[in-house]
């Protein structure tokens, strides 16, 4: 018998995603998959691990995975830029002035990319090789190149692992557009390339020519200074400091909590817990948002530092690690807040000229 179609009720309509369920889905997202990426990290001890994790906490914060095409992308260049630094270093090591100049020439340039909107990714993965590889071609030039291969293999470590939480946890909801950037102009970003290489390169010559091998405070010198060359003013990259310290502190607290307690369990779970508060800070857009992501990534570098939390001698690498990092981030803040104030003065000082000499008015004859 035919049923009058007002007899049958509608379905009610599928209610779209809410903007906070996104929101908490990217959190988990972002939390679980890196403090993830951190225990076996932790647990497996392969090389440049620390530096993996960093890479699957960059690619996780984005709102999208990384398409097939595009990480084939990133692979190959990552391969072809990290021998390309291996064998100019090899050669230009035994002319320290040429290398130098090759040296701040590079730093340079790297600023200068991320200044004209180059991926977050390309621009830590070029730093790091810039710095890491010419160290380790100090040492051996066979070490260097198993190094080049392993931060090679960890950036596809990195890629997979960011695909598998992308599909345990797929995007759900779409999610707020991003701000349209404003172009940048080549005097800008030469500007700003030029103010964070006064920073970075220093120290790094201060590196080569004394002939140092410990890595750790030139890569935390070139990572905050790579957060720095995305601060829009001196009061966010005072707080990217502050973050990293922040970081710093929870990763002594963690380590004292596993010294006494040195049970791995443990580990992964303080682990979820630190990463998924820095994921949902990171994630809110509220304003410590911007320096969350700055903050993981110290207390990954400081924290990963002891490689086997429960074997002997790690405390000792820990304080090793500590001091290292801490006297990273001294420098960089003494050579930001000397190289901003520098800059401001100047800039005080041409708009006075400016305004005391204004352009003549044309006479008529």
């Known amino acids: ?53 960093i890479f699957t906490n960059l690619l996780l914060q984005a709102p999208a995975p990384v398409p097939p095409k595009a990480a084939r992308g990133i692979l190959l260049f990552s391969a072809i830029s990290m021998l390309f630094v291996w064998y100019v270093a090899q050669v230009l090591l035994a002319y320290p002035f040429f290398f130098f100049v090759a040296l701040v020439a590079s730093i340079f340039g790297i600023f200068r990319f991320a200044a004209k909107g180059g991926q977050l990714l390309i621009v830590v993965l070029l730093m790091i090789a810039v710095l890491l590889i010419p160290t380790l071609l100090l040492t051996s030039p066979k070490l260097a190149i198993i190094a080049a291969g392993w931060l090679f293999m960890n950036i596809a470590i990195a890629i997979l692992a960011s695909w598998t939480f992308f599909v345990i946890a797929p995007p759900k909801g779409t999610p707020p557009p991003k701000p349209p950037k404003a172009p940048v102009s080549n005097s800008d970003a030469n500007k700003h390339a030029f103010r964070m290489t006064l920073i970075t390169a220093p120290y790094a010559v201060l590196h080569f020519s004394m002939g140092w091998t410990n890595v750790l405070p030139l890569i935390f010198i070139a990572l905050l200074s790579t957060a720095l060359s995305g601060a829009k003013g001196t009061a966010m990259g005072k707080g990217l400091l502050l973050a990293n310290v922040l970081g710093g502190v929870i990763a002594i607290a963690m380590s004292e909590v596993l010294v006494m307690a040195p049970f791995y369990p443990l580990l992964a779970a303080l682990s979820v817990a630190v990463f998924m508060l820095g994921a949902k800070t990171l994630v809110s857009g509220g304003k410590l948002a911007p320096l969350a992501g700055s903050a993981m990534n110290g207390f990954i570098v400081l924290l990963g530092g002891v490689i086997a939390p429960f074997g002997d001698g790690a405390e000792i690498a ?19 807040a000397v190289v901003d104030g520098l800059m401001k003065e100047q800039e005080a000082e041409k708009a006075a000229r400016n305004r005391q000499d204004p352009d003549p008015e044309p006479i008529d004859v």
Request: glycine share 10%.
């Open 318 to 336: 820990f304080i090793d690690r500590l001091l290292s990092i801490g006297f990273a981030v001294f420098y960089v803040a003494v050579a930001y």
């Open 1 to 53: 018998m035919p049923t009058d179609a007002a007899d049958i009720p509608e379905a009610p309509p599928e209610e779209p995603p809410t903007k906070t369920e996104s929101i908490e889905r990217r959190g988990m997202r972002l939390g679980f998959g890196v403090a993830t990426m951190f225990t076996l990290g932790a647990g497996l001890a392969w090389p440049l691990w620390t530096i993996g994790s």
